[in-house]
């Protein structure tokens, strides 16, 4: 299986609580930060929206919000 990737902005408090709990059920992520322009155009060419972070690429799919990226974290553990 593919790494999944998590576009995430660095600071951001949200996205830090999908961080660690991927950290602590040991899932690697690709993580892409959207404050660089390559994976900001990626998101976008993925029809997410940069103010909607964290997002969750993953078997095709892309979650939106962190309600649904820590829901799916745990069905990965």
Same mark, same amino acid.
């Given at each position: ?11 951001? *408090?949200?996205? *830090?609580? =999908?961080?660690?709990l991927a950290d602590e059920l040991g899932i690697d992520l690709d993580k892409r930060d959207v404050e660089q322009e390559a ?10 929206? =940069?103010? +909607? ?8 799919? $892309? ?8 829901? +799916? $974290?745990?069905?990965?553990?």
């Open positions: 299986m593919e790494k999944p990737i998590l576009y995430y902005w660095a600071p951001c *408090s949200t996205c *830090s609580v =999908a961080v660690n994976p900001y155009q990626e998101l976008l060419a993925l029809g997410g929206d =940069a103010n +909607k972070i964290p997002y969750l690429y993953v078997g095709g799919e $892309l979650i939106e919000g962190q309600e649904a990226v820590l829901a +799916k $974290l745990k069905t990965m553990k």
